[in-house]
Nanobody
Framework: QVPLVESGGGLVQPGGSLRLSCVAS????????MGWYRQSSSQQRELIAQ???????TYVDSVKGRFTISRDDAKMTVYLQMNSLKPEDTAVYYC????????????WGQGTQVTVSS
């Protein structure tokens, strides 16, 4: 199985925006809740946004109102629109199934680096 593939990261100034994408290879993609995670050098990987198979979304307080998660089941892709970025958003961003029970195609990818700095 091909791991999840994240893209769209980069260097951005505070207040800027980025849109991350994550492509999966599993045909059961639409059946599972998907999430975006991030890991910085000083913190463990945390789930920051998730979207259910039906489309409902949940965010941690630190990104609420600034980040938007969405999904396109036909493309087996999940997105994260990040606005009003802050230096504390600097991290490696990953996507994966937002569930303790993951299918075989839900292999962690290499992530995409987001750096917010002036």
């Amino acid at each position: 199985q091909v791991p999840l593939v994240e893209s769209g990261g980069g260097l951005v100034q505070p207040g800027g925006s980025l849109r991350l994408s994550c492509v999966a290879s599993g045909r059961t993609f639409s059946d599972f809740p998907m999430g975006w995670y991030r890991q910085s050098s000083s913190q463990q990987r945390e789930l920051i946004a998730q979207i259910a198979s039906g489309g409902s979304t949940t965010y941690v307080d630190s990104v609420k109102g600034r980040f938007t998660i969405s999904r396109d089941d036909a493309k087996m892709t999940v997105y994260l629109q990040m606005n009003s970025l802050k230096p504390e958003d600097t991290a490696v961003y990953y996507c994966n199934v937002a569930s303790a029970l993951r299918p075989s195609w839900a292999r962690w990818g290499q992530g995409t680096q987001v750096t917010v700095s002036s």
